[in-house]
């Protein structure tokens, strides 16, 4: 268990990876021509996205949008808009691209790009990271810690943060998991391959509300990865609306960003955490 204290027993934290068209076409450039697909992809950014952001203004909460800088460039508005609600931005690579199939050049030039693109809109650049498709590459951590990031979300070694070498120095880890997204319960993309069978929302919240009074129980954290183009439509968003409430009958909860739950890992007195 961990000794959060300020009253807190499970932080959660609600991160969106507005990956809109760059996740598809980065996995392959044809997919640009497919209309169908594309439209499904840009419901993201443009439709969900700002649907979300209502839904989180109604709860009155802050989350994380990690977002890639080739979505921020081309939906200026939006990402002004998220900055402007007190909501985080972190770094999503600049057009989904996962680390672990680029040279260490190539990563490191992708890096500067997507802050680049963020900052030049928000006037700040991001202190979070996490990594496209989730497999960091064996530079990633030096890379992130060489250029000022503050944290990673891409490990899933704990369920609380964690410290990780990075180099000649440490990076906060904010773990995730698979269970904890919504990709592997909902994609379905045809020109992709992905033909699976879609998890109803019912069974999702279960599977999301399980997993969150099991941390609760271990005064653990509680990272939560959603997709505005998979968890935007109007009936997967009332799960989301409903687990909210769920988890806010539990004394001791507090939602915060990532780089938030980062600052609060840094204050705690690591001996109190009983594995």
Not at 24 to 50: D, V
Not at 192 to 205: K, Y
Not at 209 to 236: C, D, N, Q
Not at 259 to 267: G, I, V
Request: glycine share 8%; with cysteine.
């Amino acid at each position: 268990m961990v000794d959060w204290s300020k009253g807190i027993r499970c932080p959660i934290v609600l991160g969106f990876d507005v990956d809109g068209i760059t996740g598809a076409i980065n996995r392959n450039p044809k997919t640009a021509h497919l209309p169908s697909l594309m439209s499904m992809r840009e419901y993201g950014p443009s439709i969900a996205t700002p649907r979300i952001l209502d839904l989180l203004e109604s709860k009155n909460l802050k989350a994380s949008f990690y977002i890639p800088g080739y979505i921020a460039e081309t939906h200026i508005d939006l990402v002004q808009k998220i900055h402007s609600k007190g909501h985080e931005i972190g770094h999503h690579g600049y057009m989904h691209e996962p680390p672990a199939t680029l040279s260490k050049l190539e990563e490191g030039n992708i890096l500067d790009r997507g802050t680049k693109s963020i900052e030049t809109i928000t006037g700040e650049a991001p202190k979070g990271y996490r990594s496209p498709s989730w497999e960091l590459s064996e530079h990633s951590l030096e890379l992130l810690h060489e250029r000022d990031f503050e944290y990673d979300s891409s490990l899933m070694g704990n369920d609380v943060p964690y410290n990780v070498a990075a180099g000649s120095g440490e990076l906060v880890e904010i773990p995730v998991h698979w269970e904890l997204d919504d990709h592997p319960f909902f994609n379905y993309s045809p020109a992709l391959g992905n033909t699976t069978l879609m998890a109803s929302p019912e069974h999702v919240f279960e599977t999301w509300s399980s997993a969150f009074e099991g941390l609760y129980e271990l005064k653990r954290s509680f990272v939560l990865t959603m997709h505005p183009w998979i968890i935007g439509r109007p009936g997967r968003l009332k799960i989301l609306a409903k687990l909210i409430d769920h988890i806010n009958e539990f004394e001791g909860v507090t939602f915060m960003t990532a780089l938030d739950l980062t600052k609060l890992h840094l204050e705690i007195d690591h001996s109190s955490i009983i594995e």
